[in-house]
């Protein structure tokens, strides 16, 4: 496989520093790209999210 890549999922709950450890430590590994990855759900992606679909339901 061509691709090494880890993704990191920042965005929870709690301490990221043991992610972050145990991402390092697995990228080291495997000679792989660590990316760090951190979604906010905010209301301007929700009003994006919702006239796409309203769009989408009107081209058809």
Do not use: C, H
């Amino acid at each position: 496989m061509g691709y090494k890549s880890i993704v990191l999922n920042l965005g929870i709950d709690g301490m990221v520093a043991p992610v972050i450890k145990l991402g390092v430590d697995l990228a080291q590994r495997f000679d792989a790209r660590l990316i760090g990855l951190e979604w906010i759900f905010s209301g301007a992606t929700r009003s994006l999210l919702e006239n796409d679909r309203l769009n989408r339901v009107m081209s058809n």
